[in-house]
């Protein structure tokens, strides 16, 4: 009597295009305040319009050439789909319109340092929300976190809510995105798709009602930069979905740190922004809690 065949195992082990596809989004969004430093003249609503608008035809483009459409007109016929995919696009649009406007107000020292807590933002939702039992490395790198934000509200007179904004947005976006049954390039198409319609309307709104509006009439250079923000929003995203598949999910880990440590830099050595001694006492106390989680989750990778 035969045995039956066994499924082939999923293989998880990193490759060399896996890590190209992956450093290239890094190295892409770590380079991104550079271009949205200079669109700060223009508001964060417009901003965010045309990054909607300009990445529909490149997704969908992508979706085509790859022949994965059938996915997106089967998840325009389920209520439920659409209805998780709203949510995660309002999600979105609440985390790139706070960054948008962190970068435009000289607050890219906070972007960096919401992104440097997002991981463990994401632990800490994940033993809240899912009952993961927390290993004491990540109690203690949570606790290091925290201390950070009480230092900068002490200092501040208030919240850091930039980098807490941006922090929760993206770990609520990736903790509902898991439930979207949609591959990373068709559910980032989506969103885009629900999007595009406060997103046109507002546009129409700025260029041929209230004037206010910069594509076109402002000049070669503004309708380049609103034009452009379709390629700097779209194509790390999708560069990053197919590097995340042939890479370890703890290279992955270690590498999500490439992003927020450019824009760390830019923001001290490109843009000036000061780093004062709540900030010199907060980062470094990130840091340490970061450096537990990576050394948390690579003895728990090993162990496995």
């Not at 293989?11 to 295009?17: L, T």
């Not at 045309?50 to 325009?76: K, N, Y």
């Not at 706070?98 to 972007?111: M, R």
Request: proline share 5%.
């Amino acid at each position: 009597m035969s045995a039956e065949a066994s499924p082939p195992a999923i293989k998880n082990e990193d490759s060399a295009r896996g890590f190209a596809f992956a450093l290239t989004a890094y190295l892409l969004w770590g380079f991104l305040p550079i271009y949205m430093k200079a669109l700060a003249h223009i508001s964060p609503a417009e901003v965010i319009a045309h990054r909607v608008l300009w990445s529909l035809p490149i997704a969908g483009l992508v979706l085509v050439a790859l022949g994965r459409t059938q996915e997106i007109r089967d998840a325009l016929r389920s209520p439920r789909m659409l209805a998780m995919a709203a949510l995660t696009a309002a999600l979105i649009t609440v985390n790139w319109g706070t960054y948008v406007w962190a970068i435009g107000t000289g607050h890219s020292l906070d972007a960096a340092m919401g992104y440097f807590i997002n991981p463990l933002i994401s632990i800490f939702m994940g033993s809240v929300l899912l009952k993961e039992k927390l290993r004491p490395a990540q109690i203690v790198a949570i606790g290091l976190a925290a201390i950070a934000v009480v230092v900068l509200a002490v200092d501040g007179g208030g919240l850091p809510w930039v980098a807490l904004t941006l922090a929760f947005s993206w770990a609520f976006y990736a903790f509902f995105r898991k439930t979207l049954q949609l591959g990373p390039n068709q559910g980032f198409l989506l969103e885009v798709l629900i999007l595009s319609v406060p997103a046109v309307l507002y546009i129409v709104y700025l260029e041929f009602f209230s004037g206010e509006g910069h594509f076109v009439q402002t000049g070669f250079s503004d309708t380049a930069l609103l034009f452009g923000c379709g390629i700097v929003t779209a194509a790390p995203l999708m560069i990053y979905a197919n590097g995340a598949k042939l890479l370890k999910l703890s290279t992955i880990g270690i590498m999500q740190y490439i992003a927020p440590t450019m824009i760390f830099l830019i923001a001290i050595f490109v843009f000036h922004e000061p780093l004062d001694t709540a900030r010199m006492i907060a980062f470094p106390l990130i840091w340490a809690g970061l450096v537990l989680y990576t050394w948390s989750m690579l003895n728990a990778t090993r162990g496995r």
